[in-house]
């Protein structure tokens, strides 16, 4: 059993920041990945930001410029500094964790949090 929460989402006026953090529990061998996706209001679901056990990042380009991935992945914790919010960037964002278990003869598997709600308006 694994339980991903996603925690500093908010209601932001554009121009502003806000920092996302995700912490992972359970029964996790080990974390090749984290990162976060994102679906706003009547678009499809894109990743954001991900970070790899070695430190490596990738972003979409439309936030290259503005956010910052970071985690302690040993911690299992990953965060999402968020600047220059534009209306675009509301959505709810889901972090996920791409894991080994413990249980369950070591599978891979993908786990998500429950979502927290990023709302940019003036």
């Known amino acids: 059993q694994v339980q991903l929460v996603e925690s500093g989402g908010g209601l932001v006026q554009p121009g502003g920041s806000l920092r996302l953090s995700c912490a992972a529990s359970?029964?996790?061998?080990?974390?090749?990945?984290m990162g976060w996706y994102r679906q706003g209001p009547g678009k499809t679901r894109e990743l954001v930001a991900a970070i790899t056990s070695s430190a490596r990042t990738n972003y979409a380009d439309s936030v290259k410029a503005r956010f910052t991935i970071s985690g302690d992945l040993a911690k299992n914790t990953v965060y999402l500094q968020m600047n220059s919010l534009k209306p675009e960037d509301t959505a709810v964002y889901y972090c996920y964790a791409d894991l080994r278990l413990i249980t369950g003869g070591g599978r891979l598997s993908t786990s998500w949090g429950q979502g927290t709600q990023v709302t940019v308006s003036s």
């Open positions: 359970g029964r996790i061998r080990s974390i090749n990945g």
